[in-house]
């Protein structure tokens, strides 16, 4: 990411990616495309179409493009994995496999900072001809059906094996797709099957809920029927009003006398106007449903504001659901995505049903259940795919009909599903393949500024994800040395499903959760302040600011990820790229006037998840502990070894690491600076976390005085570099190298600073001369800058 491959200027980001894969590809071998491949690939660029020839492994698939306030700044380019059928014109896609090329565009010169594989090692489709014959009474399969299957083939092929009956209007545009075979059969002679692939729309507790259906014509038999569908059940809060107390004194079944005072006043935007000067809980974004799934008498209300009522009525739930939805919604668009391009294939306005009836269980028929959902139905056929629906049911069984508790008038649960309708927007899927969803974590990093639960850092109650529940099994605070790890005894990867000790993936999400708390309280979440009695408090701003800049990459990370179909997401590695793209590939984010510059974070992204046991030495067995750093990794210590935790105590380099002599003799005591116009000579350790040596690492010292240490801005001339012996030294693996003298004259009666910027093949800094990283031309704090780059080290005198 810090020295990424540039193309040509004014080159489109297909252009840009064909010639990285004949460098990458056809070159050096780095990626599996062959000569013949690529220039299949040339003469079919300027088409989206799913132009396929026999003979070739890869085709174009549409690029997906990034924009914030109508300025381009990401595509994400893929070619996607085709398996041509031996002797014939037939080549379907390869479920899954494909090359993603990440290009950003912060100039005339696109640049490509990461691609992926996920394509089919040794993939070949071979099939018997007399399966062929059987199934479709023909010996050659129509190349045609790669792409569409005729709808009386496709309802003929899939008829039996669903359970349909005459209605098979559920069912979807279909094609013929190659998939892994687990095991060899009498149909096949490679290492591919091949599947109808479709989505189909099944009768689940009386309402049609979309399903992914992968059926092997060949074999009969039903790879994957499965619902697209999220579920968290068993979990219930209203409004998080012990986050707003700082205890857990009321509960779900606390009466609306105790629950009442903790109502907060809001605003309902852009609501519809009908007759005689009312509105309707329905917007722009959102629409509450109506007529209500369960009748007329749970409507959502039409009236003239203000709309107040009990928070234990039906009435409160619904304006709970606008009011949450919307702002996410609105959230987003402040990222400075467009609504209609992030979410361009789900049916808007973005509709929630405040009651609702669940998938199964108690609350199939009447609604009394204590869960929550987001699936698709059936959408018109003009329009975007998916009509995603919210859908939440009760909080509590404590009333469930005179004074009900709706589940969607917590926040913390909202947030959860809501992440539920990025994910099927970006992906075709509600959940990732390797975690149920981010939506914990966005509950949990967005709530927590503000929570009375956090007056501590290390208080347990904090890392309660669902405080209103107090339930000890959700928390984002998990240990990876208790298993919690992404290579950890706690966590099971589904293949394709979860197993029986983590049906629903909610392991797998505390582990996510728990990174991404970490990297939010890297940030700034763990900042503290002292208040006017003296005493460290949450310093709410800077955490505000923490989780405002988390969430924006959690969301822009999503609408980042491919379609299942292309690119599922199946490793936590793929996530935590998308979120360290989504911090390089960013010029600014604005949080209420106060601009935080890309490319900052990336590498605290990768920490927190090093940390959670990502990035292992290769291992049969699970593993829980911290994953291995950067195979090079260099640092100024600052009393952190190169990590990334706030610290509250300071973000200045050691004495130790950083230090002034009067003398050029490298001695290694720390001296005080004189300002009588003599010469003063820096020196610095430079260290090494990572396993390789550092070769060549090259350290430059700087100083500036007065405010202007503040901020670094080249172009100003704020900084200074200073003279001195800084040629290329090598750094050995968990070992170190004093640089220096550097020759330094600081000025009296002012503040004096110096930066240490280190450099290395393998881990530059974030404000190298050439970065292509937007916070390195600046203005950009330089407090936020040391803090998340270990390569940069800050001390600064007040000399009389």
């Known amino acids: ?95 899954g496999g494909s090359i993603r090329m990440v290009v950003h565009h912060h100039g005339a010169i696109p640049q490509i900072t990461s691609a992926r594989s996920t394509t089919i090692e040794n993939a070949e489709l071979s099939i018997a001809p007399e399966f062929i014959e059987r199934t479709f009474h023909r010996r050659d399969l129509d190349p045609s059906w790669a792409d569409i299957l005729p709808r009386e083939l496709t309802e003929g092929l899939l008829a039996a094996s669903l359970g349909l009956t005459d209605d098979k209007a559920g069912i979807g545009d279909a094609r013929l797709a190659a998939y892994p075979l687990r095991k060899r059969s009498a149909a096949y ?12 729309f099944l009768s689940v507790a009386g309402e049609e809920i979309a399903h992914r259906v992968l059926l092997d014509p060949f074999e009969d038999r039903l790879v994957r029927k499965a619902p697209i569908a999220s579920a968290c059940a068993g979990y219930a809060f209203l409004s998080d009003p012990d986050s707003k107390t700082g205890a857990f004194e009321l509960r779900p079944d606390s009466g609306a006398d105790l629950l009442d005072p903790e109502r907060d006043p809001v605003a309902l935007l852009d609501l519809d106007h009908v007759p005689s000067g009312r509105r309707k809980l329905s917007g722009p974004r959102v629409q509450v449903l109506t007529p209500a799934a369960l009748g007329s008498d749970y409507d959502p209300p039409v009236q003239r504001p203000p709309f107040s009522f009990s928070s234990r009525t039906n009435k409160f739930a619904a304006v709970s659901a606008y009011c949450h939805c919307d702002s996410m919604m609105l959230l987003v668009e402040q990222f400075g995505f ?116 956090n007056k501590r850092n290390d208080d347990p109650c904090r890392g309660v994800t669902f405080p209103f529940i107090q339930l000890p099994l959700r928390r984002h605070d998990r240990r990876v040395e208790d298993g919690w790890g992404w290579n950890g005894t706690q966590y099971e990867r589904p293949n394709p499903t979860y197993g029986l000790r983590d049906p629903a993936g909610y392991n797998a999400e505390q582990i996510l959760s728990s990174t991404l708390f970490r990297l939010y309280c890297a940030l700034g979440g763990d900042a503290l302040r002292t208040n006017a009695e003296g005493n460290p408090e949450p310093d709410i701003e800077r955490r505000r600011a923490a989780a405002y800049y988390c969430a ?59 940390r959670q046991g990502l990035y292992q030495i290769l291992s049969n067995s699970p593993r829980n502990e911290p994953g291995r750093p950067p ?24 004495p130790g690491a950083l230090w002034v002599r009067q003398n050029p003799d490298g001695g290694t005591a720390d001296e005080p600076p004189t300002t009588s116009g003599q010469t003063n000579y820096v020196y610095v350790i430079l260290r090494n976390r990572g396993d390789d040596a550092a070769m060549a690492a090259s350290v430059d010292v700087f100083a500036a005085t007065g405010p202007q240490a503040d901020t670094w801005l080249p172009q100003a001339g704020y900084w200074l570099k200073l003279p001195g012996n800084n040629g290329p030294q090598t750094v050995p693996s968990g070992g170190s190298y004093t640089f220096g003298p550097f020759e330094w004259t600081p000025q009296a009666g002012i503040r004096n600073a110096l930066l240490v910027r280190t450099s290395v093949d393998g881990d530059h800094s974030n404000i190298d001369d050439d970065s292509p990283l937007r916070c390195a031309t ?23």
């Open 338 to 453: 467009k609504i209609a391009d992030y979410f361009a294939k789900i049916r808007r306005p973005l509709v929630v049903e405040h009651r609702a009836k669940m998938l199964a269980g108690s609350g199939a028929r009447d609604g009394r259940g204590i869960n929550a959902y987001v699936t698709p139905f059936r959408a018109e056929p003009v329009g975007p795919p998916w009509d995603a629906r919210m859908l939440f049911g009760l909080a509590d069984f404590a009333d469930t009909w005179r004074n009900p508790l709706g589940l969607v008038a917590d926040v913390r649960f909202v947030w959860h599903e809501f992440c539920h309708v990025m994910i099927l927007a970006a992906t075709g899927s509600t959940e990732f393949d390797f975690a149920h969803s981010a939506g914990d974590a966005l509950a949990a990093i967005m709530d927590d500024p503000s929570s009375k639960l």
């Open 552 to 610: 924006y990459l959690i969301v822009n990370a999503i609408g980042s990820l491919g379609c299942v179909e292309t690119e599922p997401t199946i490793e936590a590695s793929q996530f935590a790229t998308a979120l360290m793209e989504a911090d390089v590939g960013t010029s600014e984010v604005d949080d209420d006037g106060t601009p935080r510059l890309g490319g900052m974070v990336h590498k605290v992204v990768r920490w927190a998840f090093e």
């Open 1 to 95: 990411m810090q020295t990424p491959a540039k193309g040509e200027s004014g080159k489109s980001a297909k252009e840009t990616a064909l010639a990285y894969l004949y460098e990458a590809g056809v070159n050096l071998h780095l990626l599996p495309i062959n000569h013949d491949d690529w220039q299949h690939l040339s003469e079919t660029i300027h088409t989206d179409g799913p132009t396929r020839a026999a003979g070739f492994r890869f085709r174009w698939v549409a690029p997906r493009e990034l924009k914030r306030n109508t300025a381009l700044e990401t595509s994400i380019v893929w070619v996607q994995q085709t398996a041509p059928l031996q002797d014939s014109d037939f080549v379907p896609d390869v479920l």
């Open 631 to 654: 195979a090079v990794d260099i640092f100024v210590d600052d009393n952190r070894a190169g990590s990334y935790g706030y610290s509250n105590s300071g973000w200045h380099a050691l």
């Open 189 to 200: 002679g490679g290492t591919l099957g091949l599947a109808v692939s479709t989505t189909a």
């Open 778 to 800: 600046g203005p950009t704090p330089v407090e936020y800058l040391v803090r998340s780059d270990n390569n940069l080290g800050y001390r600064e005198w007040r000399l009389p």
